[in-house]
């Protein structure tokens, strides 16, 4: 028999709020963010309406909060930030998550969201570092570029990543759970699909 793959989106799927601004007010603080995110509202606003790609409008905002960070430090605010992602999960799918564990099904996360706090979180739920297909930060001299390593893993991106990671496709079956329109190619290349309403 084939093997199971389970692959779940993260933000909006195992949570129920967008960790990205979660993380920034855990880690800057409330009024940096509330006065970074005013600022650049207007290319927020562009973004929605496709005028920017998403991916730079991230790489924008990271570089804003987060460049000439050390890395050391930014993976400590990854690891502090788990309890602030368990008190945001969405309890239905992660039974689901948990159900698929124990019935010794292969577990993923395909996400638009920063590497870093998803593997730290990953790890407390037994899921393999490298099965976090995420959006990864540069980084050199262990320091915060400010820009992305990897593609924006979104839309087609997580296929891409999904299939560098599990690439023979006819030996297992695919699960994929996801909540948003950056899902929808992940979702229609499974072979079953779940829709996770807000």
């Known amino acids: 028999m084939k093997k199971t793959l389970v692959a779940f989106d993260f933000d909006g799927t195992l949570t129920t709020k967008d960790s990205f601004i979660e993380f920034v007010k ?3 603080g409330k009024r940096s963010f509330y006065c970074g995110f005013l600022l ?3 290319v927020l606003v562009a973004m929605k309406l496709r ?3 998403n991916w730079r409008v991230k790489q924008w905002i990271i570089s804003y909060f987060f460049k000439g960070m050390n890395s050391e430090t930014f993976n400590t605010y990854c690891t502090a930030f788990i309890p602030t992602i368990n008190a945001m999960l969405r309890h239905e799918t992660i039974a689901k998550l948990k159900e698929y564990q124990k019935n010794a099904c292969e577990v993923c996360i395909v996400s ?3 590497e870093n706090w998803v593997q730290a979180w990953a790890q407390s739920m037994g899921i393999l570092t490298l099965n976090v297909l995420a959006t990864q930060l540069e980084i050199t001299n262990n ?3 400010g820009r992305l390593h990897s593609k924006n893993c979104y839309g087609q991106e ?3 990543r999904l299939l560098l990671t599990f ?3 006819e030996n297992y079956r695919l699960v994929a759970y996801g909540d948003s ?3 929808k190619e992940l979702l229609n290349f499974a072979d079953e699909a779940h829709w996770i309403s807000k």
Do not use: E
């Open 167 to 169: 690439p023979f496709r």
């Open 26 to 28: 855990f880690s800057k």
């Open 181 to 183: 329109s950056g899902d």
């Open 112 to 114: 638009a969201s920063v």
């Open 40 to 42: 650049f509202s207007p």
């Open 143 to 145: 320091t915060l570029t």
């Open 51 to 53: 005028i920017i790609a």
């Open 158 to 160: 997580k296929v891409n």
